[in-house]
């Protein structure tokens, strides 16, 4: 959590916003409000809310950085929340054994027994904050923070799509297979993203996922 | 239309990238070697972020399977149509049958870029050809190229005229003691890193590992010290963006690059000297230089302007030819 708004280039391809205080739904629906107005300015190509956080992405970039900073930080005080009604998705999930090889390490970081972590987890309503890391993955809002447990020292090369994983303060459900640093503690199946899709991704922010506890392995 | 007759793997369709998807979590995908694609592509008279195929293991070899111009740009391959030595960075014409084979590059540059004439035809997914591997769509199928894959030109019978660009790299050359030169400006965490291990980064080599490709460059060299533990949330990042995991070896972001991350970034390689690093063999040591937004903003209008003059000179040689 950081104090006061910050602004910082990320190269002449993007700049990056990062709202002050703690990363909750009324903070990241004024997120969204500001990705709205920011799709507008002719200098900006696109609008990527994170969590928390707004990456803009450049037409061309501007020729003193000063006026994108100033802009911003001028234009995040003024922002009212968006609220969105989304749907809710319901997710069943396998936690632990060899599609959850992470849960040990969670347990041994949170200091808390399977069954809590599970039960943690599986209680509440997560709001998708974002999308992003891959096609139609969700960044979800919610997570309890008695089970944040540090990203992986190494990231891990290949985690199957369907996995679930705390990173952080975070939790997510991976859409396809690929490289992570979180820590994978189960499994789901649901096809998040489709590029023949009218919409290619399956969730946007303002929907919600449940997790449903189908089985644990231990 | 073009047959692969031998690939190793890895080689794939690619283009200017697939802007405007981010915000489904799409990363931009596209050519490692941006400048080497839009060389290519204007020698053809195609559009300069027309698909191509990206090239990054060899040997790789095919055959025309109908007459079509090609052009070759990017790393020196030795390349032969039919036993006939050719030029990188020029384009040719192929008689139908003739077999074109592109062997280990020379050292300097990794990736060769074999462009067609109209451009390579695939299917636009969510606005580009490119492909997007993680994700499985765009390109040839979503995938690598295979023994056996067909390709097809936009637009084979288009008039070719054959004649070259000097490459960039020659024209606008960066090294530090003999080694490739990346300028990098600073990022959010760069504050968090210790004042040593901020000297060490722009003062020391950092070896290309194995384990690197399209989705980002691992670094070797003297490992990034955290002033104190940084835990983010994750954000919007972009290719070029070093982000430094808990064990300090800084991982560069490249055009596969997911579109957000959670680990600090210490600094984002600019976009003008993304094509250089895009070109560093693994194994090769290259150095980061320091620079700050005007001149970041400089550097890209110098290869815009690079871009110009090439598509200006190669307009006029067309124009001569009646091509």
Known sequence: MIETARVSA???????????????????????ALAREAEGWPEIAEAVPG????????????AIWRTIEDRLLQAWPAIAPLARD????????VYGGEAGPHLADVVAHTGLGIDEV???HAAPTYPVYALGSHPGYCYLGGLDPRLATPRRATPVLRIPGGAVSIGGSQTGVSASDGPSGWNTIG???LCFFDP???????????????FRVEKVLR | MIEILATSGLATVQDGGRHGSLRYGVGVAGAMDPMALAAANLLLGNEADAAAIEIPIFPFRVRFTAPCGFALAGADCAARLDGRALLPWWAYRAPAGAELVLEVPHPGACRAYLALAGGVDVPAVLGSRSTQLRGAFGGHEGRTLRVGDVVRAGRPEAAVDEFGVVPPALDMPRTQDGMRA???????????????????????????????????????????VFERPVEMLSH???PGVIQVPPNGQPIVQMRDAQPSGGYPKFGTVIDADLWRLGQAPIGSRIRFVETDWAEAVAAGDETAAWLAEAGRLIGLRRLERGA
């Open chain 1, 10 to 32: 990320l190269g002449t391809a993007a700049v990056l916003f990062e709202a002050p205080g703690p990363a909750d739904l009324r903070s990241q629906q004024r997120i969204w």
């Open chain 1, 51 to 62: 969590m928390n956080s707004l990456m803009l992405t450049f037409v061309t970039p501007p």
């Open chain 1, 86 to 93: 989304g749907r809710v998705i319901d997710l069943p999930v």
């Open chain 1, 118 to 120: 599970v039960a943690l």
């Open chain 1, 187 to 189: 499994s789901t199946s």
């Open chain 1, 196 to 210: 023949a899709w009218a919409s290619p991704a399956l969730l946007r922010p303002g929907d919600a996922i449940r």
């Open chain 2, 182 to 224: 990346i300028r990098v400006l600073p990022a959010a965490e760069y504050g968090c890193f210790t004042a040593a291990s901020r000297a060490a980064f722009w003062a020391g080599d950092w070896k290309i590992t194995a384990q690197s490709d399209r989705y980002g460059y691992r670094l070797a060299g003297e490992a990034l």
């Open chain 2, 236 to 238: 919007g990042i972009v």
